[in-house]
């Protein structure tokens, strides 16, 4: 009997919900005949959103479904920025000083050839680079045989022989000084692009996946190139038979030619991945705050592992780099190596 008089209740009120701001529409002036039409409709809302509750009593879900709403739009809001932030575009944000559209150049053969800002973080890495190196260089030139670098040439100086003993050398072996200019370069380079894609308003161009694929690139035709001049052709073509029988080679030729493209893919998806994933946690945890609307979460939560991910992520940056350079020693090592060639490496 009770809930026949709440469902009573319920026709009840929605059938006062209609006339009423019907009754009204005709009493007022025409301008304000769209807002009473609004009425009718978050009227009929109201009404339907109106559920029997267990007890007998009435529940009513709009503020519930408004603040679902409100959550969702958050959500919805920090993923544009997160994808904004992450992804590469023609505008460069400075936020709330303004923005900068970049050029857009006509298509050449169908290729979209215009700058964006990955590209502008490519150039700047390179610029840096050049006058960094220009004037380490510059201050060898000026020390005597007795003097000892200091500051950043010293510094320069343990990167670089950190790469050439326990990269180069090491995974390389007899030889290695000619790949030497090749991996210093590309480590700097990954170095560099991943410390400043973590300063405000910068960008990461290591994670563009056409920067570590062409980064890739280049190492996997060095690779080939060296193992060509190290065993010449029918060396070669033999390796890709990895020593079996001809019976064999139907199994074994596909398997080798697909490793040889696995290196470089490995070597482009393994940069891209840890750059992208770093910078997608730390927005990721800012944004939590403002999507639960709390300061206990902010405080608790947000802030103190953001910085915990964003000191982690200097750290990656250094560790991609190095693995980046490493891999890319590897290959070159175990293309160019020849019989007997573990015990030379060790040698050396």
């Not at 790949?179 to 400043?196: A, D, E, K, Q, W």
């Not at 947000?302 to 780099?321: N, T």
């Given at each position: ?41 978050a ?33 919805e ?24 559209h ?89 170095l560099?692009?991943n ?16 920067v ?6 280049f ?29 064999l ?22 940069l ?77």
């Amino acid at each position: 009997m009770k809930r026949e008089k709440v469902i009573q209740a319920q026709s009840f009120l929605k059938v006062l919900a209609l006339l009423v701001p019907l009754l009204l529409n005709a009493y007022v002036p025409a301008s304000a005949s769209d807002h009473a039409a609004g009425g009718v409709h978050a009227a009929a809302v109201h009404a339907d959103s109106a559920m029997p509750a267990a007890d007998g009593g009435v529940l009513l879900h709009g503020t519930e479904g408004a603040a679902n709403e409100a959550v969702a739009h958050e959500e919805e809001k920090a993923g544009d920025v997160i994808m904004h932030h992450i992804l590469d575009s023609h505008v460069f944000a400075f936020e709330p000083f303004g923005e900068i559209h970049l050029p857009r150049l006509p298509l050449l053969f169908g290729i979209d050839i215009s700058i964006t800002k990955h590209v502008v973080m490519l150039w700047i890495v390179s610029v840096i680079l050049l006058v960094v190196f220009a004037a380490v260089g510059g201050t060898y030139k000026k020390m005597t045989a007795r003097q000892a670098p200091g500051g950043l040439a010293n510094a320069m100086e343990a990167l670089v022989e950190f790469i050439r003993l326990d990269v180069a050398k090491s995974n390389i072996g007899h030889g290695y000084e000619k790949h030497l200019p090749y991996l210093l370069t590309v480590f700097m380079f990954i170095l560099l692009c991943n410390l400043l894609g973590l300063i405000p308003y910068g960008a990461t161009a290591t994670g563009n996946i056409n920067v570590t694929l062409t980064l890739a690139v280049f190492t996997f035709f060095i690779t080939q190139t060296a193992s060509l001049k190290a065993h010449g052709l029918k060396g070669y073509l033999q390796h890709l038979t990895a020593g079996t029988h001809w019976s064999l080679w139907i199994i074994m030729i596909p398997i080798e030619v697909i490793g040889l493209f696995t290196k470089p893919f490995a070597l482009t998806v393994r940069l891209f991945a840890n750059m992208t994933a770093g910078h997608i946690v730390i927005l990721s945890l800012i944004f939590i705050s403002f999507i639960l609307k709390s300061y206990i979460v902010a405080a608790a939560v947000s802030v103190p592992f953001s910085i915990f991910i964003y000191l982690l992520e200097i750290f990656v940056a250094f560790l991609q780099a190095f693995i980046f350079t490493m891999l890319s020693a590897l290959f070159i090592g175990l293309a160019t190596v020849h019989e007997g060639g573990d015990a030379e490496v060790a040698h050396h």
